[in-house]
């Protein structure tokens, strides 16, 4: 999925890839960091703990404001949208949620840069450079994942059932994950 943010001209791009189970997940990040041009940032996630593209894309959104209004937590636009997609103040506790870990193959990945087509062109690179296909399945909210997502964001059923009467249960859940990465913003 892309999509343009006028407000900051910037691209994001979100997707998702499979791989063999990863056993070192620092080589792998080692790889990725290699490919990517400097002007293209790159967020790499534990795909079953992400609601849906909307999830990444709201992280990446608030990322980009709190680096606007100089409420950033981070050095780097990558690791605040970690932060973000985690709803965590802190680096270890985001990398610990939702960072990619040994034995994770399916992973959710962001990148951001001013250029679509150079956005295009590094995924590409990357997922040749480290064996993997493109695979947009992975960003869908399914029942197994649902669970972990409410696990890790503290959903209670009261507060799914509140929300589920205005809409239907896969959009209710994105919509409270997406509204626990808006409270970090007041978190201040």
Not at 8 to 15: D, P
Not at 109 to 121: K, M, Q, R, W
Request: proline residues 2%.
């Amino acid at each position: 999925m892309l999509r343009f943010v006028e407000e900051f001209r910037k691209h994001v791009l979100m997707t998702g890839f499979k791989v063999n189970p990863i056993d070192a997940p620092e080589e792998l990040l080692r790889l990725i960091n290699r490919e990517k041009p400097s002007n293209v940032e790159t967020q790499v996630f534990d795909a079953e703990g992400i609601a849906t593209w909307e999830h990444l894309y709201f992280a990446v959104l608030n990322a980009l404001m709190a680096f606007n209004i100089k409420s950033n937590v981070s050095k780097s636009l990558a690791m605040e949208t970690l932060l973000y997609a985690s709803a965590q103040r802190q680096i270890r506790k985001a990398t610990e949620i939702l960072g990619v870990k040994s034995g994770l193959a399916k992973i959710a990945f962001v990148l951001i840069g001013e250029n679509a087509e150079s956005l295009e062109s590094t995924l590409s690179q990357i997922l040749k450079t480290i064996g993997a296909q493109r695979d947009e399945a992975v960003l869908e909210l399914t029942e197994a994942k649902a669970a972990n997502i409410r696990r890790i964001f503290r959903i209670s059923d009261g507060e799914l059932g509140s929300v589920m009467k205005r809409c239907e249960t896969k959009k209710a859940l994105t919509n409270l994950v997406i509204e626990r990465m808006a409270l970090l913003i007041t978190e201040h």
